[in-house]
């Protein structure tokens, strides 16, 4: 029996990631894990649950998303990465960094789902 994916969010406590959240619970084949504070919060939680998608938002303390980031896809490459960026700047350094796809914040949230909703669609194809 397949269970369904697992989706992460490493951000800062606060109203943005409060609101990831709340979307995420609106996908009812996706299972949303508790959040990850910081980077040492997130590569534990990787490891021991392999989450098939991870949400980074840029607000994590000290710009340690770009760092998380490079660790994620070089241990966990099945893992995939949906960088949330402030600008587009931001953006090129996470594409560069391995995200699997970026978005820039403020967005709608039907794009957001609409993203997600595909990530989970590769993630269940690959048999993941």
């Not at 490493?10 to 979307?23: L, M, S, Y």
């Not at 009812?28 to 590569?43: F, H, I, R």
């Amino acid at each position: 029996m397949q269970t369904n994916p697992s989706i992460m969010i490493a951000a800062k406590p606060g109203v943005e990631r409060d609101g990831f959240q709340a979307v995420l619970t609106a996908i009812p084949q996706a299972k949303v894990m508790d959040p990850a504070n910081d980077d040492v919060a997130a590569l534990k939680a990787v490891a021991e649950h392999r989450p098939a998608l991870i949400l980074l938002d840029t607000n994590l303390p000290d710009y340690q998303v770009w760092t998380l980031l490079k660790q994620l896809k070089a241990q966990w490459p099945q893992v995939q990465c949906l960088v949330l960026a402030d600008n587009r700047q931001q953006r090129q350094i996470a594409q560069a960094a391995g995200a699997d796809h970026v978005l820039i914040k403020g967005c709608q949230a039907k794009e957001f789902y609409a993203n997600i909703n595909g990530m989970l669609s590769r993630h269940r194809k690959s048999g993941q």
